[in-house]
């Protein structure tokens, strides 16, 4: 049973779930990203003194 059900092939999925998912992995990103990169940024901008 598990066999034949392996063996179908790929199934049709609904239209929205790609969107949904590469919605939810855009957020995730922005999330983790955005303050990295707000960091690097003022760290940049920051003069150095090596006195």
């Given at each position: 049973?598990?066999?034949?059900?392996s063996n179908e092939g790929?199934?049709?999925?609904?239209a929205w779930i790609p969107i949904?998912?590469?919605?939810?992995?855009?957020?995730?990103?922005?999330?983790?990203?955005?303050?990295?990169?707000?960091?690097?940024?003022?760290?940049?901008?920051?003069?150095?003194?090596?006195?």
């Amino acid at each position: 049973d598990t066999y034949n059900r392996s063996n179908e092939g790929p199934k049709e999925q609904p239209a929205w779930i790609p969107i949904v998912a590469g919605a939810t992995a855009r957020i995730w990103a922005a999330t983790l990203v955005s303050p990295l990169e707000l960091i690097r940024t003022k760290m940049q901008s920051q003069k150095l003194s090596y006195s």
